[in-house]
């Protein structure tokens, strides 16, 4: 059984920084496409990153520049690196994994398993 763990959240300042963590286990897959998620009050739910088994990365204009996703040395731990932290940024942030490749627009639909969610709030 797949299980992903959201870790890291917080509150933090504008500006500041956090380091979201995804730790995946019982994904047996070589291929893999593996995102950040986050969904704010009221809105609906966006991809934000995603990297996939290749070191392909996909970002969202919101966040090129500010966000880094990557994988750890152990193939079972990614990370969503986040800089710059603005208000705007406030929501749950999950992490996701697809048995396929990323595809850049493809949704939440491309994706097999969801963690819980961790959440991230930025104040002004």
């Known amino acids: 059984q797949v299980q992903l763990v959201e870790s890291g959240g917080g509150s933090v300042q504008s500006g500041g920084s956090l380091r979201l963590s995804c730790a995946a286990s019982g994904y047996t897959y070589s291929s893999y496409c593996m995102a950040w998620f986050r969904q704010a009050p009221g809105k609906e739910r966006e991809e934000v ?27 079972n731990i990614f990370y969503l690196q986040m800089n710059s932290l603005k208000p705007e940024d406030t929501a749950m942030y999950y992490c996701a994994v697809s048995h396929k490749y990323c595809e850049e627009g493809a949704g939440q639909g491309l994706y097999n398993y969801w963690g819980q969610g961790t959440q991230v709030t930025v104040s002004s």
């Open 49 to 75: 990153a995603a990297v996939d088994s290749d070191g392909n990365t996909i970002y969202a204009d919101s966040v090129k520049g500010r966000f880094t996703i990557s994988k750890g040395s152990d193939r």
